[in-house]
């Protein structure tokens, strides 16, 4: 990391008054979570981008389910790491002294609640919600496996057995209806509430940070040109370029985990 871009940067975010966090899934990658593009997007066959999608559950909603079972599954043993707690004590930091700070995330492992983060608006939904169907009900589920139909089930290896899952194999609202995760899939809208609280944030942000997301998904990438058409500083966080690298102050090459706490290091 270039000591001088670094110094500059530290420069900026000490003067920031109002801070964003947008992350995405290369935040919790060194947490031992696949992100969804490249070499860690696979699951079996299938690439997790086709299965998180309105389509994959129409065709075989089971299957889709075993998908979300398992990485439910993979949660068990997972821990915050020090990107997600560089974050949770800027913020912290940032509150204590009167500013602003609001982090915005994709991810829907809620390790960012996990490693103390409070003002987390999670525009993806959560992997431990759950949503009814017919009554429209959204609860809490920590249930692992979903039901005992998924239990032993989901390996993510290309030769792992086809298990057919029938309807009643599937979780259950209280009210008979049929749950499904609730998350938002390729085609879904957002929760406008939760996208336009983020927007506000960021409109009203003097300095916008993006860790570990390809920023090619919408409408949770618009927020970095519209942090730019309102002034604000804009530092990226990333192992390789994306598309809004061309928009940024900063770009900082790395693994959020070991550069987020150096760039977070020694603040006020
Ligand atoms: C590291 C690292 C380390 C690795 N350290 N870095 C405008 C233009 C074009 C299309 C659209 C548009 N507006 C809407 C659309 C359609 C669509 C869309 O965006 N399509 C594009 C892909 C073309 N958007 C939607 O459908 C959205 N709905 C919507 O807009 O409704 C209205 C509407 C519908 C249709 C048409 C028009 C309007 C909904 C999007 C929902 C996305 N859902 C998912 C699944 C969530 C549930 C689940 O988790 O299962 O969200 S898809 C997936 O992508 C997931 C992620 O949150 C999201 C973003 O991925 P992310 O987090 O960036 O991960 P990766 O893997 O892509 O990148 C990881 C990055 O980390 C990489 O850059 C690595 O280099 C880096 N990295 N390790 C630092 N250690
Ligand atoms: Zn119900």
Redesign the pocket.
């Known amino acids: 990391m270039h000591r001088a871009q670094l110094e500059s940067f530290r420069k900026r975010l000490a003067e920031a008054q109002n801070v964003v966090v947008l992350?995405?899934?290369?935040?919790s990658?060194?947490s031992g979570i696949p992100?969804?593009?490249?070499a860690?997007?696979l699951w079996r066959r299938y690439a997790?981008?086709d299965?998180?999608t309105p389509q994959a559950w129409q065709r075989d909603a089971g299957l889709v389910w075993e998908f979300?079972n398992y990485?439910r599954t993979l949660m068990g043993d997972k821990a915050p790491n020090p990107?997600h707690k560089a974050l949770a004590g800027l913020e912290q930091r940032w509150t204590a002294a009167g500013r602003r700070f609001d982090l915005v995330t994709?991810?829907?492992d809620d390790l960012h609640f996990a490693a103390g983060s409070q003002a987390v608006l999670r525009?993806?939904?959560s992997?431990w919600l759950v949503r009814c169907l017919a009554c429209g009900e959204v609860e809490e589920n920590r249930q692992v496996p979903i039901t005992s139909a998924y239990e032993g089930s989901g390996s993510p290896d290309i030769d792992a057995p086809q298990r057919r899952f029938s309807e009643a194999d599937l979780p259950h609202c209280s009210c008979g209806g049929i749950l499904r995760?609730h998350?938002?899939?390729?085609?879904?809208?957002?929760d406008a509430r939760i996208l336009r609280a983020a927007q506000r944030a960021v409109e009203a942000c003097s300095l916008l940070l993006v860790?570990?997301?390809?920023?090619?998904?919408?409408?949770?990438?618009?927020v970095i040109p519209l942090a730019r058409q309102h002034g604000a500083c804009i530092a990226e966080?990333?192992?390789?370029t994306?598309p809004a690298t061309g928009l940024v102050d900063y770009h900082f090459a790395?693994?959020?985990?070991e550069?987020l706490p150096e760039m977070l290091a020694g603040l006020p």
């Open positions: 992350t995405g899934a290369g935040v990658a060194e992100t969804f593009r490249g860690g997007g997790a981008t299965l998180a979300y990485r990107a994709q991810n829907i525009l993806h939904g992997l995760p998350v938002v899939w390729f085609g879904e809208g957002l860790v570990g997301t390809s920023a090619v998904v919408y409408p949770a990438a618009a966080v990333n192992l390789e994306t790395g693994r959020a985990g550069v």
